[in-house]
C-alpha cells in the first residue's frame, strides 16, 4: 500500500485523501447510493409496464448488471484509486478514452443531486404543497455539501444512520403486507408464483424490456469504486463491496416488490408515479403512507444525493488532478485539514442548485441515462483490453470467462439497453460527447499528450 508522499508504478499518485473506510461503509455507501426506498420510485411503472411482474423484473436487472459489476470489481483490484470508470479506462484502453469515460461520468452523476433534490420537491408537494420548492432545495443541497467538505468520516455516519431508518421503514411495510395478505385474507390472499412467473406473457422481448426498466434502478452500485483512495486495502475490499451491494439492494427491492404485488395484485390501476405509496397506505393507513413520502423526501434529497456528490466530486478531483479539464487547479486540491475533495464537492453543490432549480426531471433523466449505459459499456470493454489483449491473461479457462466472456455479456446486454434511447437522449448525449473530445483534443494538444501520473505506466 502506498504511504503518504509516495507514489507507487500503478498509481502513478501520492496518497492525498485518508484510508478511514472498510468493506462495512463501503456495502452501506453503495446501498445508499442505490437506495433501499428506490421502489417507491420505479415500483409501480415497472409493474404496469410487466404485467404485474416487478419482483421478477428486479431479478432480471440484477442478474444483467451483476456481469458489470465484475467489470468494476476486476479493475478496482488492478487500480485501487480514485476516479472510478475514468481511472479504468484511462489505465486498461487509452488515456484519451479514458477522458471521455470521465466525461460521460460527469454528465451522469453530475446533474443526479440535482435530480434527487427535484424528486424530493415532488414528493414533499404531496404533504406541504405550498412549501417552497427553491428553499428545499437550497437547504438540502447546503447540508450534503457540507457533510462532504468536513469528510467520509462524518459522511460514514450519516450513511449509517439513514441507511438503518430506511431497513426499519421497509421492515414495518413487509410486516403491514403480509398481515394484510396472510392474515387478512386481502389482496391474493396468500402466496402466489404470478409476481414472478405468468409463462403467457414472458418472451425474449419481455426480458429486454424488464431489463431496459430495471438496469436504471441499479445506476450508483459503481460509486464505491470511487472511494478507493480512502479505503483500507482496497484491492482486496473494493471489488467485493461493488458485487455484495449489488446483490443486497437487488433481494431488498425483490422483497419490497413481491410483497407488494400480492397486497395489490390489479397493477393496472396503479398511478405510475404514486402507486408504491398508494400501495403503503393500503396496507399500512395513513400514518405508514406520510412516514414513507417524508422519509422518501429526506433520504434521496441528503442521504442519496450525499453519496452521489461524494462519488463525482472524487472524479472531478481525480480529473483535476490529471489536469484534463477546465479548472483543474481549483479542482483538483485537496483540503489541508479534511483530506476531502472540497473544491470539487463545493462545485458540485453549486452547480446542483441550480439543476434542482432550472432544469426539468424529464430532461434530466434523459442525461443520466446515456452517461451511465455509455459508461459501463466502455468499463467493460477496457477489461477485455487490458487483461485479455494487453496483459495476455487467456490461457485458461478461467481467464476466457472472467476476462472475456462475462465483460463481453456485460457490454452487450448495456449495449442493448444504450440502443433503446430516444432521439433527443442522443441529440443531448452526443453534444456533450463532442464538447469533450474538443477540450481533450486542446488539453493533449492534438492526442499527444498525457498525464503525468501516466507516463510509463
Given at each position: 500500500m502506498q504511504k503518504n508522499g509516495t507514489s507507487t508504478p500503478k498509481t502513478g499518485y501520492s496518497q492525498e485523501l485518508k484510508r478511514t473506510l472498510t468493506m462495512k461503509d463501503l456495502v452501506i455507501f453503495g446501498l445508499i447510493t442505490m437506495l433501499p426506498i428506490a421502489p417507491t420510485q420505479v415500483y409501480a411503472g415497472a409493474s404496469i409496464a410487466s404485467f404485474g411482474m416487478a419482483p421478477l423484473v428486479y431479478l432480471i436487472g440484477m442478474i444483467a448488471m451483476f456481469f458489470t459489476a465484475l467489470s468494476y470489481s476486476k479493475m478496482s483490484q488492478e487500480f485501487p484509486i480514485a476516479g472510478s470508470a475514468y481511472s479504468f479506462v484511462?489505465?486498461?484502453?487509452?488515456?484519451?478514452?479514458?477522458?471521455?469515460?470521465?466525461?460521460?461520468?460527469?454528465?451522469?452523476?453530475?446533474?443526479?443531486?440535482?435530480?434527487?433534490?427535484?424528486?424530493?420537491?415532488?414528493?414533499?408537494?404531496?404533504?406541504?404543497?405550498?412549501?417552497?420548492?427553491?428553499?428545499?432545495?437550497?437547504?438540502?443541497?447546503?447540508?450534503?455539501?457540507?457533510?462532504?467538505?468536513?469528510?467520509?468520516?462524518?459522511?460514514?455516519?450519516?450513511?449509517?444512520?439513514?441507511?438503518?431508518?430506511?431497513?426499519?421503514?421497509?421492515?414495518?411495510?413487509?410486516?403491514?403486507?403480509?398481515?394484510?395478505?396472510?392474515?387478512?385474507?386481502?389482496?391474493?390472499?396468500?402466496?402466489?408464483?404470478?409476481?414472478?412467473?405468468?409463462?403467457?406473457?414472458?418472451?425474449?422481448?419481455?426480458?429486454?424490456?424488464?431489463?431496459?426498466?430495471?438496469?436504471?434502478?441499479?445506476?450508483?452500485?459503481?460509486a464505491i469504486s470511487t472511494l478507493s483512495e480512502e479505503t483500507k486495502d482496497p484491492t482486496r475490499t473494493v471489488g467485493k463491496s461493488v458485487v455484495a451491494s449489488l446483490v443486497l439492494i437487488g433481494l431488498l427491492f425483490m422483497g419490497q416488490g413481491y410483497m407488494a404485488s400480492l397486497a395489490h395484485p390489479d397493477y393496472a390501476n396503479l398511478d405510475a408515479d404514486m402507486?408504491?405509496?398508494?400501495?403503503?397506505?393500503?396496507?399500512?393507513?395513513?400514518?405508514?403512507?406520510?412516514?414513507?413520502?417524508?422519509?422518501?423526501?429526506?433520504?434521496?434529497?441528503?442521504?442519496?444525493?450525499?453519496?452521489?456528490?461524494?462519488?463525482?466530486?472524487?472524479?472531478?478531483?481525480?480529473?483535476?488532478?490529471?489536469?484534463?479539464?477546465?479548472?483543474?487547479?481549483?479542482?483538483?486540491?485537496?483540503?489541508?485539514?479534511?483530506?476531502?475533495?472540497?473544491?470539487?464537492?463545493?462545485?458540485?453543490?453549486?452547480?446542483?442548485?441550480?439543476?434542482?432549480?432550472?432544469?426539468?426531471?424529464?430532461t434530466l433523466t434523459r442525461l443520466v441515462n446515456f452517461g451511465a449505459m455509455s459508461t459501463y459499456m466502455l468499463l467493460n470493454l477496457s477489461v477485455i483490453t487490458y487483461f485479455f489483449f494487453k496483459k495476455k491473461q487467456r490461457s485458461n479457462f478461467k481467464h476466457l470467462i472472467g476476462y472475456l466472456l462475462f465483460p463481453l455479456i456485460g457490454f452487450l446486454v448495456i449495449g442493448f439497453i444504450w440502443t433503446g434511447f430516444d432521439t433527443l437522449t442522443y441529440v443531448i448525449g452526443f453534444s456533450w460527447l463532442a464538447i469533450g473530445l474538443v477540450i481533450v483534443a486542446i488539453k493533449s494538444k492534438g492526442f499527444k499528450e498525457v498525464p503525468p501520473a501516466l507516463k510509463g505506466v
Open positions: 484511462q489505465r486498461g484502453m487509452n488515456p484519451h478514452i479514458g477522458f471521455l469515460t470521465g466525461w460521460l461520468i460527469v454528465l451522469d452523476y453530475i446533474i443526479v443531486p440535482g435530480l434527487l433534490v427535484s424528486f424530493s420537491t415532488l414528493w414533499l408537494s404531496v404533504v406541504l404543497p405550498d412549501f417552497p420548492s427553491w428553499l428545499l432545495i437550497i437547504v438540502f443541497v447546503g447540508l450534503m455539501t457540507f457533510v462532504n467538505v468536513r469528510g467520509i468520516e462524518v459522511g460514514k455516519r450519516v450513511n449509517q444512520f439513514f441507511l438503518l431508518g430506511q431497513l426499519t421503514l421497509i421492515l414495518i411495510f413487509l410486516i403491514c403486507a403480509i398481515k394484510f395478505v396472510f392474515i387478512d385474507g386481502h389482496g391474493t390472499g396468500g402466496f402466489s408464483l404470478s409476481p414472478f412467473w405468468q409463462s403467457d406473457k414472458i418472451d425474449l422481448k419481455f426480458i429486454a424490456n424488464a431489463a431496459s426498466i430495471a438496469m436504471l434502478g441499479f445506476i450508483g452500485f459503481d402507486g408504491y405509496f398508494d400501495i403503503i397506505r393500503e396496507v399500512g393507513g395513513d400514518g405508514l403512507y406520510y412516514t414513507f413520502i417524508i422519509a422518501g423526501v429526506i433520504c434521496v434529497g441528503i442521504s442519496n444525493a450525499l453519496t452521489v456528490q461524494s462519488a463525482i466530486s472524487r472524479v472531478l478531483f481525480s480529473m483535476g488532478r490529471d489536469k484534463v479539464i477546465p479548472f483543474s487547479g481549483f479542482l483538483g486540491k485537496v483540503h489541508p485539514k479534511y483530506k476531502t475533495p472540497a473544491n470539487a464537492s463545493i462545485f458540485v453543490g453549486v452547480l446542483s442548485v441550480f439543476v434542482g432549480l432550472f432544469i426539468s426531471l424529464e
